[in-house]
């Protein structure tokens, strides 16, 4: 069969264009897609109301001023459920699951992750201003899904409080 020279060409990289496709699909399959989008920071699942880095749960101010929120999502709640943190600098959420998977999302902003058992998920977020966001869950997780719910409640920054 005689094809000619320009069609060949459209051939070769119409299957070069599939073979990269195909070959990005099976990294982000293989290589990422079975652990949260933050980094590979395992945890024992039954574990981790006794680890040190989830007990208790709750937010964390160390001597530097950093704010760390440490969330704990099992079925069907959120621990702490009210999480208080200040306005107008960064806070770095870790948030790890005690039994399945399981989503944190924060309404009203993008702050959204997935909460897989055996990983620690974490991002860091800056409310510019006080208020009051609902957290859901956003991965179906069991009969109780819907009914599991936290709040974010954003003060006013440190000296404002009480004005
Ligand atoms: Cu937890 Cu849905």
């Not at 299957?15 to 070959?23: C, E, L, P, R, T």
């Not at 819907?146 to 974010?152: C, E, G, L, N, P």
Request: charged content about 10%.
């Amino acid at each position: 069969m005689n094809v000619g020279l320009y069609e060949r060409i459209w051939m070769w990289a119409a299957a070069a264009i599939i073979a990269v496709f195909v070959g990005v699909i099976a990294v982000s399959t293989f290589a990422y897609a079975v652990r949260p989008p933050s980094h590979a920071e395992t945890i024992a699942p039954a574990q981790v109301l006794a680890d040190p880095r989830f007990s208790p749960p709750g937010v964390v101010v160390d001597a530097g001023g950093n704010v760390e929120v440490h969330v704990v999502l099992l079925m069907f709640a959120f621990l702490p459920a009210e999480i208080r943190v200040p306005a107008g600098r960064p806070v770095t959420f870790r948030v790890t699951s005690a039994d399945v998977t399981h989503g944190f999302q924060i309404s009203g902003t993008n702050a959204n992750t997935m909460v897989l058992p055996g990983y620690v998920s974490q991002f860091t977020y800056t409310f510019e201003h006080p208020g009051e966001h609902l957290v859901v869950c956003n991965e179906y997780c069991g009969l109780g899904h819907h009914t599991m719910q936290a709040k974010v409640i954003v003060e006013p920054p440190a000296g404002e409080a009480g004005r």
